[in-house]
């Protein structure tokens, strides 16, 4: 299949869900209540500073407040526990971000665990994850959330499909492989998870009527691994080098594009897929975190 596949334009449909949101933020004013976001951010990792502007950015353009809390590199545990107990309270705050990943002295789940489940707008926190997998209403992490919208804003519903997802992390494919296995709307589907330890990946890959790949390798999903006429969606933020930009470096996803996209029905680049799509259901959350305030 030499054809072109369909692009899956995740900041086209970013674009547009956040000026649906302007409105909601609009309809919360007149009932006195501008939704805000608290996001932490320890230490200088120079990926997680991106993310962190993107973040304050996309909170200003659709009116949601953004209160940013960077801590040295050295912070410990404590500082930052006490911080999110004086976010928890704060009245102004409905959703609280850490970034991740944390220093090596700091415990990520202790972290995360002090997070007030009802402000947890990553999806991050037990009570949600745990809701999350009993099919109860909950806070869902946003990057799976982002790429379950993708799916289905472009018509691709994953009710009785293989999905094949590579990788299992807490962030992305052990939430993603949860949500797609429910009995609910915009779910429904086969899901088999693969990772660093599975015997002949390409043999599952290639089953996938749906590959989502989240394994943090740069451009590891081959044309070879792919069923002809899948759709692809790649979760993968790679800096690789790159001499011929002013950075010194270009962004590259999980799939290797070039080769895949001549196979495929449909796919994500990188940028411009699921990563506009993840802060966006981060300011969705943040709204209705809002929304269930009194
Ligand atoms: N680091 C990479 N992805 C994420 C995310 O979705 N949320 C947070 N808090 N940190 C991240």
């Known amino acids: 299949m030499a054809k072109k596949p369909r692009i899956i334009d995740g900041k086209k449909v970013a674009n547009r869900m ?34 962190v502007r993107m973040k304050g950015k996309a909170c200003a353009e659709v009116g949601v407040n953004s209160f940013e809390h960077r801590l040295p590199k050295t912070c410990t545990e404590r500082r930052l526990l006490n911080l999110i107990a004086k976010l928890n ?5 409905h959703g609280i971000l850490v ?18 489940p009802d402000k947890d707008v990553d999806g991050f926190h037990p009570v949600n994850v745990g809701k999350m997998l009993n099919g109860e209403d909950a806070f869902v992490p946003c990057t799976p959330h982002g790429c379950q919208e993708l799916l289905l804003r472009y018509g691709y519903d994953p009710a009785g499909k293989h999905v094949v997802i590579v990788g299992r992390s807490n962030i992305v494919g052990k939430p993603l492989a949860a949500m797609l ?21 390409p043999s599952i890959t290639k089953q996938a009527d749906i590959l989502i790949a989240a394994i943090g390798v740069p451009e ?7 069923k002809e006429g899948a759709v692809v969606i790649d979760v993968g933020v790679n800096r690789i080098e790159d001499k011929s930009k002013k ?24 940028p411009g897929g699921v990563g506009p799509m993840t802060i966006t259901m981060l300011l969705k959350n943040t709204i209705e975190a809002a929304k269930r305030k009194k």
Do not use: W
């Open 18 to 51: 956040r000026a649906e949101m302007i409105g909601e933020v609009a309809a919360l004013a007149k009932r006195k209540i501008t939704p805000g976001l608290a996001v932490i951010l320890v230490g200088d990792n120079p990926a997680s500073q991106v993310y």
């Open 89 to 93: 309270a704060d009245k102004r705050v």
């Open 99 to 116: 970034q991740l990943p944390l220093p090596k002295q700091i415990n990520e789940q202790k972290v995360l665990n002090a997070v007030d």
């Open 181 to 201: 296995m429910q009995k609910a709307a915009g779910a429904n589907a086969t899901v088999t998870i693969c990772h660093s330890r599975t015997k002949n990946l």
């Open 220 to 226: 590891f999903v081959k044309a070879r691994m792919v």
């Open 247 to 270: 950075s010194g470096y270009r962004l590259v996803g999980d799939v290797d594009f070039n080769g895949v996209s001549k196979k495929v029905k449909a796919i994500t680049p990188v």
